[in-house]
């Protein structure tokens, strides 16, 4: 089991929050690289990361995406959420998740944004995100691993879903289930912001 780890928020007037996510990354990784005693080559041949940019993320000068973190987190043999967390205890039997706790991943360049509301510990991976998409944004995801499913539950505007090649329109109120073991992305083609729910499954095994 993967000792507990104390991460160590950066503090004073520059800090950001950023530095703070940057710096759970990098500690985060680094103990549970060092728990499997993986080397930088050795990790970077499981997940498809290159070495430099897994040098650059634990001396916190780099901010992995959330494509690198889901390579990571499969090659770790964790979640996303595990990377995030400060902490690898037993879960209860009900778990609250603060505002506080809740990690924004994306940042669009006109300002829309990608949260990780809560996911689960372990390889096999449920997640619930929010999501927001200003006009003229889009996000290209990477495939993930077979059997992945996402349910997409649009509450304001129109979002546009493509899966490999397909193109389809998701209006508000209207929830759509996609596989996503398959290239895949999201983007606002309209004039409003899109916002929307997303929650995801990526079994550890394939079906």
């Not at 728990?35 to 000068?61: C, N, P």
Request: aromatic share 4%; with cysteine; net charge positive.
């Amino acid at each position: 089991m993967t000792k507990k780890v104390n991460i160590q928020i950066p503090v004073g007037d520059s800090a950001t929050p950023e530095d703070a996510v940057m710096v759970a990354f990098a500690q985060r990784i680094a103990s549970l690289r060092g728990h499997r005693k993986y080397t930088f080559d050795e990790l970077a041949r499981r997940s498809g990361v290159s070495k430099g940019t897994l040098v650059q993320i634990e001396q916190e000068r780099a901010n992995p995406s959330i494509s690198t973190l889901c390579r990571l987190a499969t090659a770790l043999g964790v979640s996303v959420a595990d990377l995030v967390s400060s902490s690898s205890e037993a879960p209860l039997a009900v778990t609250l998740v603060g505002a506080a706790e809740t990690r924004r991943l994306w940042t669009g360049p006109r300002g829309g944004s990608a949260v990780l509301l809560a996911g689960t510990a372990g390889p096999d991976m449920l997640e619930m995100w929010r999501w927001e998409l200003q006009p003229g944004e889009r996000f290209e995801a990477t495939r993930h691993t077979r059997g992945t499913r996402e349910l997409i539950h649009v509450l304001a505007g129109k979002l546009t879903l493509e899966v490999e090649g397909k193109v389809t329109i998701i209006a508000a109120g209207v929830t759509a289930i996609a596989h996503t073991d398959r290239a895949h992305a999201y983007s606002n083609s309209g004039k409003t912001p899109v916002r929307f729910f997303m929650t995801v499954h990526e079994p550890a095994k394939a079906p």
